[in-house]
């Protein structure tokens, strides 16, 4: 319940504040603390097992957010080099610390978050979708699809998926419940509203996996992965890698969606025409509209063929250097994306901090102390218990940055050990489930949380379509995903 200032005493309404940061703050001094305190493990240097703790207490401050992570990353590297956790010189603890900075695939992220920003700033992603509504949405179930396919034409270039389907899909989609009578919060939810709305969430799940610049948290894992493994993974090596479980599940949603959480209304004939009325509204296609369309079609083609030629992430970075040129944004509007700068400095400092962890040979030491338990299990048995823990450990974050972050070097370093799989495979076996996870529960990412909040769907229904759905989700992963990989000899 909103509770107005008039409702306390005045000298009291800045102390709420202050005692809630402080409250979301102790979890991560007190586990750091405790971690820190404890005896050195044996076979692990006292600077590994100091370094871990301000590692899991950063993460851990990044899931109650007592400040904004990126502040927590940065605060992080800083500390761990003033102390020299990592390593031994002040000069070389500082290259460390700076490292991520360097790192060619946080820029790609950057670059991306700007690619979104023309899409916004040129109304192309609305356009997109309206599109797609008018062509396909007479009934119900196409409508569904229809939401699908915008999710899917803006994936490879937006790793946001808060930005893609929360800030981009919600908007428009959120519109058309209500030329059905179907409202937030009542028994009409069910109508056309929740069905629409749920499959718009777990189509994002989807798309995120299918391409590595859906997921923010699909390039730190890249990151990780380079560093480990010192090998890297092309943009159209990871589309390949995970096309046929991302192509069946694509199909499957909105079908499977219609059949287990069916809306009222079989047929939609008003939403073409509400989207039609909107087209109208919004005009013929403008010049930075196609601008745009252009440079994301040559961008996609660089990332697909161009990769012996140009990085990835300079096709980005030069992008959205034509994006200025060209008019399509403003170079105010690029200084001004916060949003953009923010996840550069956070996915920079995350980046160093998890190759911390393998530096120091914390993850040498946790592979060691693991890997005996899962020895004797059949390959396809380890693959099922390694990748379902990293998978259902996401119930307890309400971040994929952070689950990737705390979870998956750790997570890598183990299954490198088991002989069966290449490190490579094994990277793409834990790297493709980041964005699958997104559908488990309320809270699992950002945009997740933005289709809860519209009152649609019950907390209830989250909760067993997220059981269901990722069951559904894992099975048809882990069922295709193994011999995928092996029939392309990763």
């Known amino acids: 319940m909103a509770v107005t200032v008039t409702d306390r005493p005045a000298r009291k309404g800045p102390a709420a504040p202050r005692w809630g940061m402080a409250s979301r703050a102790l979890p991560p001094l007190v586990i750091g603390t405790a971690i820190a305190v404890t005896p050195v493990p044996e076979g692990l240097s006292a600077n590994a097992w100091h370094y871990f703790a301000l590692f899991a207490a950063v993460i851990t401050g990044i899931i109650t957010e007592p400040m904004p992570p990126a502040i927590l990353g940065l605060a992080g590297v800083t500390l761990a080099a003033v102390l020299r956790l990592v390593r031994a010189s002040p000069a070389d603890a500082t ?10 695939t946080v820029w790609l992220i950057f670059a991306a978050y700007m690619f979104a920003l023309g899409y916004s700033q040129t109304g192309l992603g609305r356009r997109i979708a309206l599109q797609l509504i008018r062509v396909m949405g007479h009934r119900t179930l196409g409508l569904g699809y229809a939401v699908a396919f915008a999710d899917l034409v803006l994936a490879p270039f937006t790793p946001s998926t808060t930005a893609r389907s929360g800030g981009t899909i919600y908007p428009v989609i959120r519109n058309i419940p209500e030329l059905y009578g179907s409202r937030p919060d009542d028994e009409s939810a069910r109508k056309i509203g929740a069905y629409l709305l749920y499959t718009a969430v777990a189509t994002s799940c989807v798309t995120s996996s299918m391409f590595l610049t859906g997921l923010a948290p699909n390039a730190l894992a890249m990151s990780i992965i380079v560093r480990t493994l010192n090998v890297s993974i092309s943009w159209m090596d990871w589309f390949k890698g995970f ?34 009325e909107q087209l109208r509204q919004i005009g013929s296609i403008t010049r930075q509209e196609i601008m745009m369309l252009l440079l994301v079609i040559g961008a996609l083609g660089l990332w697909i063929g161009g990769g012996a030629y140009i990085d990835p992430a ?7 250097v034509l994006m200025v040129v060209l008019r399509v944004v403003s170079w105010n509007q690029i200084i001004g994306n916060a949003q953009a700068w923010n996840v550069l400095v956070w996915f920079a400092t995350l980046v160093t901090l998890a190759a911390g962890l393998a530096e120091t040979k914390f993850v040498d030491w946790i592979a060691r102390s693991i890997a005996p338990s899962l020895a004797g299990l059949p390959i396809y048995g380890t693959i099922v218990t390694l990748v379902g823990t990293f998978f259902l450990l996401h119930y307890f974050f309400a971040s994929l940055t952070a689950h990737t972050a705390a979870l998956f070097p750790v997570f890598l370093g183990v299954a490198i050990t088991i002989p069966g799989v290449s490190p490579v495979g094994w990277a793409l076996l834990l790297g493709y489930s980041i964005g699958l996870m997104g559908i488990l529960t309320s809270y699992a990412s950002g945009q997740v949380a933005i289709y809860y909040g519209s009152g649609f769907i019950k907390r209830r229904d989250f909760w067993v379509l997220g059981f269901i759905m990722s069951v559904v989700f894992f099975v048809v992963y882990v069922v295709i995903i193994v011999p995928w990989l092996a029939y392309l000899q990763i």
């Open 314 to 320: 300079m096709v980005a970075i030069l992008v959205v």
């Open 95 to 104: 290259s460390w610390a700076l490292s991520g900075f360097a790192n060619s």
């Open 243 to 276: 096309a046929p479980v991302g192509i069946i599940l694509f199909i499957l949603v909105p079908v499977l969606l219609y059949k287990i959480y069916p809306p009222e209304i079989k047929e939609a004939p008003e939403a073409p025409q509400w989207a039609a």
